[in-house]
C-alpha cells in the first residue's frame, strides 16, 4: 500500500494509564474509503485509540495524522473543525435522552450548518430512511431497542456526511438478525458515501466479513496487519488463538500472578 | 514528618481541584454562546426545572418555618408583653439569615443533586463525549444553561420563601395567637431596612446560589462514570454545597452585621 491512500497514519504512538502501558510504540494506517477493522481481547484498549484519534485523549509519544495533519497539536477551534469530519457511533450508542430521534439526527445539522429547518427535515427523513427507522423518527431514546437506538445513532453520525466514520464495537449485544443489518449497513454506508470506516470490535466474524483491512492489537502491540485473507490464513500463534477464540495459549487464560505457593499460607 | 507531607499533599491537591473547577467554570459560563436564540431555550428549559419545580418544597417548608417562629417567638415576646414585636422579629430573621440560608440548603438537595445526577449520568452514557466528537463544547451546552439558572433561581426562591414565612407567621400570631395585626405590620415596617435586610439577604443568597450551583455541575461533570461514582459525586454536592453555605453564611454575616 502506498502512503498516498492512508487517511489516518498512527506513527509510534504510545500510552499509559495509570502507570499501565496501553500502548507502546504503535505503528498502523488506515487506508482512506476502506473498512478497517481493529481487533483485540477485551481490554487492549481499543476504544481508547478511537479516542486517540478524536483526540479526546492525548498520546505519551508519537503522533496521528489524520489526512497529513497531526490532530494533537491542533488548536480547539481547529480541533473541533476536523470533529465535523468525523462521525463516531458509542458503544451504548449515546443518544441524547432528551430529544427525540428525529432531533438527535438533526442536532449536528442545527448545530453547523446554516440549513433551514425543512431542508433539515429532509435531511433527516433520508438519513433515517437510510438505516431504515424512518417510521421511528417521533421516539424518544427510551423507547428504542438497543439494536435501533444503535441505528439511530449510526444516522446521527453520518447527518453531516462525514468522511471518517469510527465504530466503537457496533455488534456488542446485539441479536444476530441486528448484527446483520449493522454489518449491511456498515459496508453500504462505506461504499455509497465513500467514507472511510474504522470499526472496533471482537467480534471475529462479522468484522472480517466485512473489512478490508485488518489490525490485531493485543498486549500493546500490533500482532498482524493485513487483509482479512491474510489474516485468516496467519501462522501466528497469539493471532491464530485469537481468531479460533482458543482459552489458553500465547495469550495466557491467568491474569498476572504470584506462583500460587508464595500466596499459600502454611 | 510524615503528617506533614501528607498535610502538604493534601493541600495541594485541594489547590488543584479549586483551581480545575475555576478553570472549568470560566470555560463554561464566560464566553458568548455561539447560536443566541438556542441558548435562551436552553436556559429557560433549565430555569424550568431548577427553579420553578423547586418551588413546591420552597413555599411549603417557608410556611411552616415561619408559623414556627411566630409561636416560639410569641411565647417568648409575652414574657415581656411586646408579643406585637413578632411581626419585626419575624421579617428580620427570614430576610436576614433563615431565607437565604435554609432555602440554599433545600436548593443544594432538591437542585443540586438533581443536577450532578443529570449530568454524571450524561458521562456515563458517553453523551458528553458525544458532543465533543460532533465540535460542540458540552461546557456551553450543558453545563452553561445549567449554571446560570441556578444562580438565577435560588435569590428569586429565597425571597419567595420569606415572603409565604412571613404568611405563616402571620397566621399564626394574627389569626390564632391574637396579635394586634396593625401592630405587627406597622413595627415590621418600622424596624426593616431596604439596604441592610433586604438587599444583604438577597447578596447572602446570590453568594449562595453560585457556590451550590458551582459545586453541583463541577461535580457531576469530574464524577467517575459508573454508578458508585455518580452515588458518591451526588452525596458530596450535598454534603460540600450545605457545609459551603453554612461556613460562607457565617463570614458574610460577619461582615455584613458584625460590629467591628
Not at chain 2, 446570590?206 to 459525586?233: D, H, M, N, R
Request: glycine share 8%; with cysteine; aromatic share 8%.
Amino acid at each position: 500500500m502506498s502512503a498516498l491512500d492512508a487517511y489516518i497514519d498512527v506513527k509510534n504512538l504510545s500510552f499509559f494509564r495509570g502507570g499501565r502501558v496501553i500502548y507502546e510504540n504503535i505503528s498502523l494506517t488506515i487506508p482512506k474509503g476502506k473498512i478497517t477493522a481493529v481487533m483485540g481481547p477485551s481490554g487492549t484498549g481499543k476504544t481508547t485509540l478511537l479516542r486517540l484519534i478524536a483526540a479526546q485523549l492525548e498520546p505519551y509519544s508519537g503522533s496521528i495524522l489524520i489526512n497529513g495533519e497531526n490532530v494533537h497539536s491542533l488548536s480547539r477551534t481547529d480541533l473541533y473543525k476536523v470533529r465535523k469530519k468525523m462521525g463516531m457511533l458509542f458503544q451504548s450508542g449515546a443518544l441524547f435522552s432528551d430529544m427525540s430521534v428525529a432531533e438527535n439526527v438533526a442536532f449536528p445539522m442545527e448545530e453547523h450548518t446554516l440549513l433551514s429547518k425543512s431542508e433539515i427535515q429532509r435531511i433527516v427523513a433520508d438519513k433515517l430512511h437510510s438505516v431504515g427507522l424512518r417510521g421511528a423518527a417521533n421516539l424518544m431514546p427510551s423507547e428504542l431497542s438497543g439494536g435501533m437506538a444503535r441505528r439511530v445513532a449510526l444516522a446521527r453520525a453520518i447527518a453531516l456526511d462525514p468522511e471518517l466514520v469510527m465504530y466503537d464495537e457496533p455488534f456488542t449485544g446485539q441479536d444476530p438478525i441486528s448484527k446483520g443489518v449493522l454489518v449491511k449497513l456498515i459496508r453500504q454506508l462505506n461504499d455509497t458515501a465513500n467514507i472511510t470506516s474504522v470499526l472496533v470490535s471482537h467480534d471475529v466474524e462479522e468484522s472480517l466479513s466485512i473489512a478490508d483491512h485488518v489490525c490485531i492489537l493485543a498486549g500493546g502491540r500490533v500482532i498482524a496487519e493485513g487483509s482479512a485473507e491474510e489474516i485468516r490464513a496467519s501462522e501466528d500463534p497469539e493471532v491464530k488463538q485469537f481468531l479460533n477464540g482458543e482459552p489458553d495459549g500465547p495469550v495466557p487464560f491467568h491474569y498476572p500472578e504470584d506462583a500460587l505457593a508464595n500466596e499459600v499460607v502454611l | 514528618m510524615k503528617t506533614v507531607t501528607s498535610l502538604g499533599a493534601w493541600f495541594l491537591s485541594w489547590l488543584e481541584a479549586v483551581g480545575r473547577a475555576g478553570i472549568f467554570l470560566a470555560q463554561s459560563v464566560f464566553r458568548l454562546p455561539v447560536r443566541f436564540n438556542e441558548s435562551v431555550n436552553l436556559l429557560i428549559k433549565q430555569l424550568y426545572s431548577v427553579g420553578v419545580l423547586s418551588l413546591v418544597i420552597v413555599v411549603v417548608s417557608g410556611a411552616f418555618i415561619g408559623m414556627v417562629l411566630a409561636l416560639q417567638g410569641y411565647s417568648i415576646l409575652a414574657k415581656f408583653g411586646s408579643e406585637e414585636a413578632v411581626g419585626q422579629l419575624l421579617a428580620l430573621a427570614l430576610l436576614r439569615e433563615l431565607a437565604p440560608v435554609v432555602t440554599a440548603l433545600l436548593f443544594a438537595g432538591r437542585a443540586g443533586s438533581s443536577l450532578t445526577a443529570e449530568i454524571g449520568l450524561m458521562k456515563a452514557t458517553e453523551q458528553l463525549s458525544s458532543f465533543e466528537m460532533m465540535g460542540v463544547d458540552p461546557l456551553r451546552r450543558v453545563i452553561a444553561p445549567r449554571f446560570i439558572a441556578g444562580v438565577i433561581c435560588l435569590p428569586l426562591l429565597s425571597l419567595i420563601f420569606s415572603a409565604t414565612g412571613i404568611i405563616g407567621g402571620l397566621v399564626v400570631s394574627v389569626g390564632w395567637l391574637g396579635v394586634h395585626d396593625g401592630a405587627f405590620w406597622s413595627l415590621m415596617q418600622q424596624s426593616v431596612y431596604f439596604d441592610t435586610d433586604i438587599i444583604n439577604g438577597f447578596i447572602k443568597a446570590l453568594c449562595f446560589s453560585v457556590a451550590v450551583t458551582w459545586i453541583a455541575v463541577y461535580q457531576g461533570y469530574e464524577c467517575v462514570p459508573t454508578s458508585e461514582g455518580i452515588g458518591k459525586a451526588t452525596t458530596r454536592t450535598v454534603v460540600l454545597g450545605s457545609l459551603a453555605i453554612l461556613a460562607l453564611d457565617f463570614v458574610l454575616t460577619a461582615a455584613m452585621f458584625g460590629d467591628f
